[in-house]
Structures are given as structure tokens and as C-alpha cells.
T-cell receptor, first 110, second 114 residues
Framework: GDSVTQMEGPVTLSEEAFLTINCTYTATGYPSLFWYVQYPGEGLQLLLKATKADDKGSNKGFEATYRKETTSFHLEKGSVQVSDSAVYFCALRNNNDMRFGAGTRLTVKP | SQTIHQWPATLVQPVGSPLSLECTVEGTSNPNLYWYRQAAGRGLQLLFY??????ISSEVPQNLSASRPQDRQFILSSKKLLLSDSGFYLCAWSDGAGAYYGYTFGSGTRLTVV
């Protein structure tokens, strides 16, 4: 079945460092891909998405490109802030079925 | 615009007591509805989903049950809580029209069974 694999955390960075969180997927057909963010004590919020190959999703300085040839959707940000500390989930949706990765905890230190 | 409400935000219950968590969605009709559980430091576990009133699918057999008495209301219940039921419970909804739309999550309920 469809699945999502994302890099295990935790990830700890200094403020203004470059961030990459790897995400790869296995799916039949043409899924849509998503990144969600979960701040402490809160629900998941949609961060960005891409619905077809080569699409780039972006929001709040974060970007991810839908790479069908490598089945990847890596999350990147050029300069992280302390306020970016959260858990990040990669996900795919194929028809009505959503699959989530295990989540990657990011801590940004001042 | 669509909104999702989930309550209570925090709940502390003794072992063996009943549970009722409620989730409602506004601004849409016939949504797909989902209950997830997130154990401390862990990922998301899909518990139940519903594509319509009275239609419930269970992903994991356990001590919990779900009901959908109205189109935009989804309830998670238990007759007798176990310690292992502790966790962060999330309700979500989606448009049932296919892969384009993601899920929208509620703010969650932190359940501690003591």
C-alpha cells in the first residue's frame, strides 16, 4: 500500500541555519503531497502542498518540490527561527486515503 | 469558511470511567470525518473514519467507538477507559472529492487516564 517515510528526528539547529527534512513516498497513481506542522499542544496545520509532479509548494519561507522521479518531497527552509520549533509531518493523499509519516521534531536554538 | 471545533481541550479521567469527545464542522456539508490518536512523542494513528451519517469504519480494534449522529458531528466514546487510552486525540475533516484536498485538523484533546 501507499506509505510515507521521513527522516527520524529529533533535529536540532541554531537560529538562521538551513533546514532540510527528507521525505520519500511509495504510491500508485498520482497522489498529492503535503507537509503539516504541529506546534506544542496543538493540532496539525497544513504548511504547504503540491498536487502534481514538479510542483513547488511554499509557505512561511518553507518550500518543497514534488519529485516524481525520486519519489520525494523534501522540506527546506533557508533560515530557521526559534518559532519554527515544532513537529513536521509529511503526508500523501491518494483518492480518499491519507498517509502520514512518523513526524520529525525540530528544535531551533537561539 | 470552514471551521472545525473539538472539545474539551484537556481531560483527566479515572480508569474505568466513560469517555465522550465531540467534534463538529461548520461551513461544509457531507465531509469525511476522522479520529486520530497521537501517543506521547509518536506519530498519528487513525482510529475511525466516516464518509456519512451512521457510517463508521474502524481501523484499529480497541476500547473505543465512534458515532456520527449528524452530518457534521463526530463523537468518540468509551464505556470504560484504560490507562493505555491516554494520548492526544485529533479530529479532522476533508472534502471527499479526492486527492487534491488535505485534511483539516481540530485543536486536539489531551486525555490523561489516571
Amino acid at each position: 500500500g501507499d506509505s510515507v517515510t521521513q527522516m527520524e528526528g529529533p533535529v536540532t539547529l541554531s537560529e538562521e541555519a538551513f533546514l532540510t527534512i527528507n521525505c520519500t513516498y511509495t504510491a500508485t497513481g498520482y497522489p498529492s503531497l503535503f507537509w503539516y506542522v504541529q506546534y506544542p499542544g496543538e493540532g496539525l496545520q497544513l504548511l504547504l502542498k503540491a498536487t502534481k509532479a514538479d510542483d513547488k509548494g511554499s509557505n512561511k519561507g518553507f518550500e518543497a518540490t514534488y519529485r516524481k522521479e525520486t519519489t520525494s518531497f523534501h522540506l527546506e527552509k533557508g533560515s530557521v527561527q526559534v518559532s519554527d520549533s515544532a513537529v513536521y509531518f509529511c503526508a500523501l493523499r491518494n483518492n480518499n486515503d491519507m498517509r502520514f509519516g512518523a513526524g520529525t521534531r525540530l528544535t531551533v536554538k537561539p | 469558511s470552514q471551521t472545525i471545533h473539538q472539545w474539551p481541550a484537556t481531560l483527566v479521567q479515572p480508569v474505568g470511567s466513560p469517555l465522550s469527545l465531540e467534534c463538529t464542522v461548520e461551513g461544509t456539508s457531507n465531509p469525511n470525518l476522522y479520529w486520530y490518536r497521537q501517543a506521547a512523542g509518536r506519530g498519528l494513528q487513525l482510529l475511525f473514519y466516516s464518509v456519512g451519517i451512521g457510517q463508521i469504519s474502524s481501523e484499529v480494534p480497541q476500547n473505543l467507538s465512534a458515532s456520527r449522529p449528524q452530518d457534521r458531528q463526530f463523537i468518540l466514546s468509551s464505556k470504560k477507559l484504560l490507562l493505555s487510552d491516554s494520548g492526544f486525540y485529533l479530529c479532522a475533516w476533508s472534502d471527499g472529492a479526492g486527492a487534491y484536498y488535505g485534511y483539516t485538523f481540530g485543536s486536539g484533546t489531551r486525555l490523561t487516564v489516571v
